[in-house]
C-alpha cells in the first residue's frame, strides 16, 4: 500500500523555484532518504507534506486521500508526524509536559476544561515510560530550555515518536547529536515496527544510508535520482553534485 | 496545587472577610473595585499569560455584559433580576467573543491586537451613538443592587456589597484555576509555547484559542455586571480602550500566567489611580513610571518576586530550625 504519493509538487517564492514537478511515491513501511546540497528545496518540500505551506502546484496524497489542501492539524490525524531541523519545544514547560502534550493530542481530553491535568494517571505514567525508554527520565522535571542542545535534540525526536504516527517526516534529526548519540538514534529507528514509514533528511551519509534504503536526490528544487541507495550511490549525476565534476 | 498554597488561598480568603471589619467604608469600597478588576485581570490572563494572546479589546466583553445587565435593570424590569440580568450578561459577553473571535482569531500578533481593538472601539462606538438604548456619552444611571434581604444583605450598604463581590470573586478564581489546570489549560500553555509545534503534534489551534476566549469573555461578563452594580451606573467608558489598557497592564504588573499576579496588578492600578488623582489630573504619568519600573526591574510581574522571597523566608525559616 502506497503510504505517501506527491504528484507533481511544486513551491515558488517570487521568482525562486524552490520545489519543482516532485512526483514520487512511498510504500508503506519504507525508509526513503532525501539528500542534497544545501537550498535544493528538501525541507521545502516537507513543508509541503506536513502542511506548514500550501504549494503553488501539485498535489500530496495520504494512504490514498488528497491532502494538499488540509492544514497541518488534520494531517496530522490522518498519520504524518514531524520533526523539526530548527527544535521545536515548549521551552517553559518539563520534559515530562512537552511529552504530555505530544500524547494529549491524541485524546478527547484536551478539550476538558476542568479536570486537573495531574489527574490523567495513565497518560501521564505513559510519558514516563516513554522518557524512560529514551534514556530521559532523569530529566523528567527539567524546564526544556534547561536542557543541553543534544538533549533538546533528542527531546524534539522524542515527541514525534511517542505519538506512534504512520508516517515520520525527520527533518535532519541528528543533526547536533554526538556520534554516539547519533548510533543510538540510528538503531532506535530501526527498530521501529516496519508499518512506520519514514522519510528523513540528513546532512550525515552515514546515517542516511543505514536507515533508508531508497533515496531521492533533489538539485535545485528538482529531482535528478531516485532509486536504491546502492544505484544512487553510483548514479555519475549525483557524483558530480556531491563531487564536483572532473 | 500542594497543601500550603491551598492554606495560603485559605487565609487570603480569611483576611478579605476580615478586612472591612477594620477598614473604613471609603476603603471596603476601594477594595471592593480591586476585586471586580481582579476577576477581570484574571479573565484577561488566560489569553495574555496562558495562551500567549495579547488583547487590547478585552474592554469589549465587560463593556457588553455592564450594558446589557444595565439596560435590562433600568429599561425593562425597572428593577434588579439579578439571576436573570447576571446570566444574560455573561451570555452575551459570551457570544460577543464567540462573533469576534470568529474574526480576529483568524489573525495573529500585532494584527490580531489591532483588529481587536478596532472591533472593541466600534462597540464603544455604538454605545456612544445609540442614544435610544445606551444613554449615549449620559450612560445608562439608577441601576439598583440585587434584592437580597431574604439572607439578610443589604447590598446597598457598602459592606454588604463587599461580601456579595468577595464571593463571587472566590468562585471566579477558584474556576478560572481548575480551568489553567486542566487538560484544556496545558494545551493553552503549549499554544502560548509553540504554535508550530502543536499544529503539526495535530491540535486545532484555532479551536483552543477560540474556546480559551470565549471562557475568557465568560469571566469578563462576570466583572462587568459586578462593575454595573458597583457603580449603579454604566457608560461607554467600559468600553473603552483605556480599560482594556489598565487591565493589560494589571496583568503584566502582576504577573502574566500566574494566577494571582493580575489580581495583585489591579490592586496596585487601582491604589495608584485613586491616591494619585487625588492631587494630580496626571495619574497615568505616575502609573506609566510603575510600569515601566516594574518590566526594567520585573519582568515577570510583581507577583514572582513576592513568591520568590516567600521561598527564601521559608527555606530560611527552615534552615533556622534545623
Redesign the interface.
Known sequence: MEALEVVKLSKSFGGLHAVRDVSFRVMQGERMAIIGPNGAGKTTLFQLI?G?LTPSGGSVFAFGTDITKL???RR??IGI??T?QIT??????TVL?NV???L????K??????????S?RQLLAQAEDILKRWGMLDRRDTMARNLSYGEQRQLEII?TLS?NRSILLLDEPTCGLSPEEARSFVSMIRDLPRTITILIIDHDIDVTFEIAEKVMVLHFGAVIAYGPSEEVKVNPRVQDIYMGSQ | MNKSAYLTSFILVVILALLPLVLRPYHTGLLTLILIFSIFAMSLDILQGYTGLSSLGHAAFLGTAAYVAAILNVKVFNGCNFGIELTAGVVSAAAMAAILGLIVLRSRGVYFLMILLASSMMLWGIAFKWRKVTGGDDGLSGISRPDLSFIGFDLGATTDFYYFVLFFFVCSTILIYMVVRSAFGHTLVGIRESELRMHSLGYDIWLHKYIAFIVAAIFAGVAGVLMAYYNRFVSPSELHLVTSVEALIMVILGGAGTLFGPAIGAGIVILVKTFVSGYTEHWMIILGIVYIASVMFAPQGVYKIFQEQLRKGLFAWKLSKS
Request: proline share 8%.
Open positions: 506536513s506548514m492544514p497541518p492539524n496530522a490525524g508526524g514531524r523539526f521545536q519545544l515548549f521551552m517553559n514547560l509536559e504530555v502534550l505530544a494529549e493530542a491524541l485524546h481530553m484536551r478539550f476538558n476544561l476542568l479536570r486537573p491535568l495531574s490523567y515527541l505519538q
